[in-house]
């Protein structure tokens, strides 16, 4: 019986220290919320981040960053919400700090924020963009109508697990530059595991929807970021590309085998590539293409 009784306790006892491990808050460093924030550089940012081919329904005609389409994943159907100036449908009553913090650490205002946002990439960003971006996204018009719920099975609908998945796979941080690397090489890094979040649909993931970082760019077989194809330096020669053509296909969408992207890819292009500045797809096609 005292075996029993001390087997129990602990069972217990790994029980608590599991669930303390695993619920604590995930946050990286402190950001400096007190600068002022520039709705011109932030709206670069609406789509450097690819903020609208998520966040809106062009097919709908529901509005500008009014809410998008659902994106399937193996773990039920999560829908870009509306994230225009509205204070009820969208995020306008958020305050900078709650911004901050969902795109930092991946915590709104509701709880824990589900991982198919890429905020494992947006908590890269310098806290001089977090603060632009805000202060663009609070210059939108307000769009009243809330976008379509999620349809996520339980036990995935249960935001308290995501702080055990934030646990176990996220580690909030600030881009660090390669050293040795040149400025365009670093931008480019940046703007692939950054904002622009290519590693988010271009890499494998495990069964429980975390990126194998160790395989980033490799290309994804499905689940939940979709088909992907590799993004590796010989994946991309193989395909006829050099660092011109690369950044040409950003602008236009035209590949060297003189196909057109289209689909998921061709919004990417069409609502955000195309309208970056000619250095930033320089800069993420050297980097894509480096040695």
Known sequence: MRLWVWGVAALAVIG???AGYLLKPVSGPARDLTLVGDVERGNYLIRLGGCVACHTNNQAG????????????QFGTFVPPNITSDPDAGIGSWTLAQFSDAMSNGMGPQGHLYPVFPYENY????????????????????????????QIPFPFNVR?????????????????????????????????????????????????????????LTGSPGGTGGRAPA??????????????TLAQTLADGFTPGFDVLGGAMGEVI?????????????????????E
């Open 270 to 290: 069409s609502d955000g590539t195309s309208q970056w500045t000619e250095a930033d797809r320089q800069a993420i096609a050297a980097y894509l293409l480096a």
């Open 123 to 150: 908590t890269l960003m310098s806290d001089q963009e977090i603060v632009d971006l805000y202060a663009a996204l609070m210059a939108t018009e307000p769009v009243s109508t809330p976008a379509a719920e999620n």
């Open 160 to 216: 308290l697990a995501m702080a055990g998945w934030q646990n176990l796979f996220f580690s909030p941080a600030r881009f660090v530059p390669e050293e040795g690397r040149s400025d365009t090489y670093n931008r480019g890094k940046y703007l692939a595991y950054g904002p622009a979040h290519c590693v988010a649909c271009h890499s494998p993931r495990n069964a429980l929807g975390a990126l194998d970082w160790d395989q980033a």
């Open 62 to 73: 529901t509005g500008f960053l009014a809410g998008g389409f659902g994106l399937e994943t």
């Open 16 to 18: 608590i220290g599991a």
């Open 231 to 244: 993004l590796t330096r010989q994946a991309l020669l193989d395909e006829g590309y050099d660092v011109d």
